[in-house]
């Protein structure tokens, strides 16, 4: 069965940084796209940021670009999701998840293409 376990979630302060992990087991790694999510209380959900697996595309959204950066190692079946200048605004719920394409519509990731979810790991960024 597939199973998405992240990792790395904390808590720092304002212009701090984290690395968040995504252990990927039980299907294909190879050739799938992976996304990471962010919800926070009371506010819907956001993609953040995704990755082929399989070859060199990735997407960022407008609130984090410049600051996350979404990798992999294939020999690992992880994607990794590197936090830079974390701010107030960042805290939530992050969570990985599997998706089938077109994963992205009007210019966001759309959770409903993303059939396998991991159990979320919390960040919170104190100001």
């Known amino acids: 069965q597939v199973q998405l376990v992240e990792s790395g979630g904390g808590s720092v302060q304002a212009g701090g940084s984290l690395r968040l992990s995504c252990a990927a087991s039980?299907?294909?790694?190879?050739?799938?796209?992976m996304g990471w999510f962010r919800q926070a209380p009371g506010q819907e959900r956001e993609g953040v940021a995704a990755i082929y697996t399989g070859g060199s595309f990735t997407y960022y959204a407008d609130s984090v670009k410049g600051r996350f950066t979404i990798s992999q190692d294939n020999a690992k079946n992880t994607v990794y999701l590197q936090m830079n200048s974390l701010k107030p605004e960042d805290t939530a719920m992050y969570y990985c998840a599997t998706g089938i394409p077109p994963i992205i519509s009007a210019g966001k990731l759309v959770a409903g293409r993303f059939a396998y979810w991991g159990q979320g790991t919390q960040v919170t960024v104190s100001s």
């Open positions: 039980g299907y294909t790694y190879s050739s799938k796209y």
